[in-house]
């Protein structure tokens, strides 16, 4: 298997090779979260172990929504997750090749889930479809990932990856 930092482009790999999708919260994590020693960039290549890192077009969707209409903190972690995206050359997989339903499905459930939870649930089902791990620190997505057998690499003790 190629190393994650050759694999660019949505034709460089197969949906067969080990994929860890990450979530917005923890590129966010360096600048909104407290443990700034961290370096994410060195933990993920560390944890993924020859896999793929990548992110959903939904997934940085939702970061340049944060980017333009958060203020603060927050706003200053989305920019830094874009960022780190571009240094790690994250390749961005699209929904709609994986599943073109999934948007739909998710459209449909938008009136029972709060506004933060659109994103997760295309996530989560994508991750799903696709048997990949998901790589996060929002403990409420984490449960919900474990209900759907979804392994998930999550932050321990802010110091180490921990996959499940």
Known sequence: ?????????????????????????????????KRRQLNIEEALYSASEG????????????LKILREKAKGKKKLAADFALELIKRMKLPVLYVDEIDPNIRREVEELKKKLKKWEVHDEILARAAEKINAIVATTDMELVRRLRKRGVPVLYLRAGKWFVIE
């Open 1 to 33: 298997m190629t190393s994650n930092r050759e694999k660019t482009s949505k034709e460089s790999f197969k949906y067969k090779d080990r994929i860890i999708l990450i979530d917005s919260s923890l590129l966010m994590l360096p600048v909104a979260g």
């Open 51 to 62: 896999g793929l890192l990548a992110i959903l077009d939904s997934t940085l969707e939702e």
